[in-house]
């Protein structure tokens, strides 16, 4: 998931202002959340790494809430890059 929010993030980047109905300002804007989407991106990210090293160091199951956990980066993760999706124009 990492590797395809890292792709859409780097397609929108190569992005202009002329490429957006709303100009330059719908441009900046949808870099800035972007922007913020890659930091949230990130966090989710460690989240996901420690649940994974938890679970192996201690070699058992995981528990309900450790898959409801996982569920839930998992998704969270999808929304992400959605969102970065649905601001590159289209034909880009």
């Known amino acids: 998931m990492l590797v395809a929010f890292i792709e ?8 202009t ?10 441009h900046a804007a949808a870099l800035a959340q972007t922007e913020h989407d890659y930091l949230a991106l990130v966090e989710v ?3 996901a790494a420690r649940l994974q090293a938890e679970l192996e160091a201690g070699d058992r199951e995981a528990t309900p809430r450790e898959v409801d956990t996982a569920r839930l980066l998992l998704t969270q993760m999808n929304e992400l890059a959605d969102a970065v999706r649905e601001r590159i124009p289209r034909g880009q």
């Open 8 to 15: 859409l993030r780097s397609r929108l980047l190569q992005t």
């Open 17 to 26: 202002g002329e490429d957006f109905a709303g100009g330059e300002a719908e």
């Open 45 to 47: 990210g460690a989240e």
